[in-house]
């Protein structure tokens, strides 16, 4: 599928966990956080994205024993505004049996190469953690999600995820949560792409949750439509047609973008070339680099939904933090990529600064937009980027293949260690995103 093309013969080494802050690499500190965060994913979301088509465990903890997989701690939480201290981006993955075996993927129609389970994932550990933000859990839980709450939270609304395929990722995670507990009907996909779009009723709280392809938040050609295609092609200056002919309709909106303005594009501004990141030298472009235009895609992205206001609808705008891939090095194609069977330990995996980077971004976008003061919009940042990091071990790796040994352990064999298996760690993005759309304002 062209997705070799991307490959580069990278550290053969650097694949063992390590406890330094620059793991395992010979190279600049700024190449290898480029490798950790933003280039090898991009070889993947080009071979997922664009297609229409051990047992270590820390010692069981008392304090644990009163947190399985029911709804223990939802009692506890005060209805709205009960954890209006917590900051859930800050904490430790818990060993938890079972929190997060909430459904079956293959009953809620996830994408065949996050169905973990279905394509023969032998290892279950996986499903046996859950997020304890910093604090504690007496005065920082999380409660595992709760579909019942979810549902009300937003009862009436439109919940639409905007972005690139970790958005889509969380989105059908939410899907999957909701339609466990609740009936679902399937209102529209794009058929001929079917990851591209589709939305999702739930009648009993008049509920609908949409899924928008727009790996850039704005509008894109090129690669990003199609992946035979070399390069995108990006219009800083125009949101997403789609989502955006879509926006007087969206209630609660989740927008989740960076991998692809991090591995680059041609990108333009009243129909003129403004210049490109990671294009070919030949083309004599201007480099921008990948922060500018993150800025002004968060930025458009985020004016295209304050400014129908006129419509008198209270938005609720969550901004998500970017989440990295974990390669750590290994080529995409190897069997032995993303393997670990748990997460990493605190102190054993730092946040790489490009990933700090493009977090802060987002968390200044969020802060912009709040003192541009667009009252009836409420801006909120679901900061994902410490929590995902330390999950090496909730990919699918070579289980985004069937049966991927059938027939031996094959040489090459593609590897996904950029989204998560459903279920699995990216359902923690929706348990906080259930707390900040309970949050009172
Ligand atoms: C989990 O909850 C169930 C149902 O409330 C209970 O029967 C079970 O003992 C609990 N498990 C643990 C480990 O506390
Ligand atoms: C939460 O913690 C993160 C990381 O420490 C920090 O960057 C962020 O500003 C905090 N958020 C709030 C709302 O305090
Ligand atoms: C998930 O659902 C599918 C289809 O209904 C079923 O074949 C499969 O056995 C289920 N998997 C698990 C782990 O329950
Ligand atoms: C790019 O610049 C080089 C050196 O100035 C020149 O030879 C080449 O023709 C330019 N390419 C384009 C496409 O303008």
Not at 63 to 68: D, M, P, R
Not at 419 to 428: A, Q
């Amino acid at each position: 599928m062209g997705a070799h093309q991307y490959h580069q013969p990278l550290h053969p080494h650097s694949h063992k966990p390590s406890s330094s802050k620059n793991p395992g690499c010979f190279l600049s500190k700024a190449v290898c956080a480029w490798l950790a965060c933003g280039f090898l994913s991009l070889a993947l979301l080009h071979l997922l994205c664009c297609s229409p088509a051990g047992n270590q465990r820390p010692a069981f903890s008392p304090l644990l024993s009163y947190i399985n997989n029911t709804y223990s701690f939802v009692s506890s939480v005060p209805g709205a505004g009960g954890a209006k201290s917590c900051n859930y981006s800050e904490g430790q993955w818990v060993w938890a049996p079972g929190h997060a075996r909430r459904y079956n993927g293959s009953q809620c129609d996830v994408k065949e190469s996050h169905d973990c389970i279905r394509n023969g994932r032998p290892d279950t550990g996986y499903l046996d953690w859950r997020w304890q933000p910093a604090g504690g859990p007496s005065s920082c839980p999380l409660p595992a999600f709760d579909a019942g709450a979810f549902l009300s939270a937003v009862r009436g609304k439109h919940v639409a995820f905007i972005g690139d395929s970790m958005a889509r990722n969380q989105a059908q995670s939410l899907v999957c949560l909701l339609s466990a507990a609740f009936p679902s009907r399937l209102l529209r996909r794009d058929e001929e792409k079917k990851h591209t779009f589709w939305r999702y009723a739930f009648p009993a709280r008049d509920v609908t949750v949409s899924f928008y392809w727009t790996p850039f938040l704005v509008r894109a050609t090129g690669k990003a439509e199609d992946e035979s295609v070399p390069y995108s092609h990006v219009h800083l200056d125009q949101p997403g047609d789609r989502w955006a002919a879509d926006a007087g309709t969206i209630d609660v909106a989740v927008l989740a973008a960076g991998h692809w303005l991090l591995n680059g594009a041609i990108y333009y501004s009243g129909g003129e070339v403004v210049g490109a990141h990671n294009a070919p030298a030949g083309l004599n472009y201007t480099g921008v680099g990948y922060a500018r235009p993150l800025r002004m895609v968060y930025r458009k992205a985020v004016e295209r939904l304050s400014s129908s206001e006129s419509d008198g609808r209270p938005r609720t705008l969550v901004l998500a933090t970017f989440s990295p891939a974990h390669f750590d090095g290994s080529p995409i194609d190897s069997p032995t990529a993303c393997t670990r069977m748990e997460p990493y330990r605190e102190g054993e995996k730092e946040v790489a600064w490009i990933c700090k980077e493009v977090r802060d971004i987002v968390y200044d976008e969020a802060e912009a937009a709040r003192a541009r003061g667009a009252s009836a919009t409420r801006v909120e940042v679901l900061d994902v980027t410490k929590l995902a990091t330390m999950r090496p071990d909730g990919h699918p790796g070579v289980y985004m293949n069937r049966d991927p040994f059938k027939h031996g352990v094959p040489d090459k064999i593609y590897s996904d260690c950029l989204h998560f298996c459903l279920p699995g760690p990216v359902d923690t993005f929706n348990e906080i995103l259930l707390q900040i759309l309970r949050k009172r304002r």
